[in-house]
């Protein structure tokens, strides 16, 4: 966009300049000067045309230089707040993760070698006791039938409590490896939004020194720091003058003047107008830069008791009491 507006400015301030060949290439006399002044009005017409074609072509170009910084602001925006959204997820996927360790390991009980055998068991007591219900047998067989049947019944309990922690084991064991494969997940999203945040750093870092670069290149005294690194390795926007590297408000008074006409020589250059300087205690300033500009300077001397007003020649131009 810079480079845009630099080329229109050029292209906006450029003027006609001609030179015709006033002489008949055929028999070599001089042209009559309506036929000279045809051909330059032809010629400013041709220039007018094609000045104002690369103007508008230029305009173009900026507003789609514009877009698209634009559309570059609002991709930074999204990557910062998709990387902090997958922050908060990988965030809630840890903790879920971690609970989920948790109640393994307080309901975690140990599997049997053999779940089919277990099973087989289990069929063999519950076959055994659906027997003795059935058999007809005294009082005495009765009652160690009936202690057998508690026995079982008691096995049989413990035998479904095992295998019911065998499911919850299971489920726990694929909820803790579909978290885990969430967080990986999530852990290369992050990875893949902080390289695009990374690259997006990087593309202002390198448009910030080459607008500093580029702007400075229009002052021969002056440079400025347009943007501060912070802490967190953000960038902030700024204008700070410096003078030889100095900042501005710790430079001499010389300094600070001549720095203050760098300033004024280049908007005058850029804007094409030029106004009076006024320079208050030019005696504490020995030289000042060259300028364009008229330089009206006020200069205290014990000497004169009055106000003396003098050209640039050292030439008196009048002279006016204390009072006036």
């Known amino acids: 966009m810079i480079d845009l507006r630099r080329e229109w400015e ?13 002489t008949c290439p055929v028999c070599h006399q001089k042209l009559p000067e309506e036929d000279i002044a045809n051909k330059l009005r032809e010629m400013e017409k041709n220039f007018n045309l094609e000045k104002a074609e690369k103007l508008e072509h230029i305009n173009v170009e900026g507003k789609k230089a514009s877009y698209a910084k634009h559309e570059n602001e609002m991709l930074i925006k999204q990557y910062n707040e998709e990387m902090l959204s997958a922050e908060e997820q990988a965030f809630d996927l840890t903790a879920d993760t971690d609970e989920a360790n948790h ?14 055998g277990l099973k087989k068991l289990l069929k063999t007591r519950q076959d055994a006791l659906e027997e003795l219900k059935e058999d007809k047998i005294d009082e005495e067989k ?6 057998d049947a ?5 096995e049989i309990e413990e035998l479904d409590s095992r295998l019911a922690y065998r499911d919850v084991n299971k489920k726990a064991d694929e909820r803790i490896a579909e978290l885990r494969q969430k967080q990986k997940e999530l852990a290369e999203q992050i990875a893949s939004i902080e390289k695009q945040e990374f690259l997006s750093d990087e593309f202002v870092k390198t448009k910030v020194a080459l607008l500093e670069e580029r702007i400075n290149n229009k002052f021969e005294n002056v440079s400025f720091r347009l943007f501060e690194t912070q802490v967190d390795g953000s960038l902030i926007e700024v204008c700070k003058p410096l003078v030889n590297g100095i900042p501005f408000s710790d430079a001499n008074r010389a300094g600070q003047v001549n720095a203050g006409l760098d300033i004024i020589n280049t908007l005058t250059e850029f804007y094409q107008v030029s106004a009076p300087i006024w320079i208050d205690e030019r005696e ?9 500009s008229q330089v009206i300077s006020l200069i205290v001397d014990a000497e004169y008791k009055e106000l003396l007003v003098v050209d640039e020649n050292d030439k008196e131009l009048t002279v006016m009491g204390a009072d006036e």
Not at 284 to 292: A, C, F, G, M, Y
């Open 103 to 116: 109640l393994l390991k307080e309901m975690k009980m140990e599997e049997p070698d053999d779940i089919t």
């Open 284 to 292: 504490s300033i020995t030289n000042l830069i060259p300028t364009k």
């Open 150 to 154: 508690k026995l079982l019944r008691v």
């Open 10 to 22: 050029e292209v906006n301030s450029s003027e006609f300049e001609a030179e015709v060949d006033n």
């Open 142 to 147: 009765k009652f160690k039938a009936e202690l």
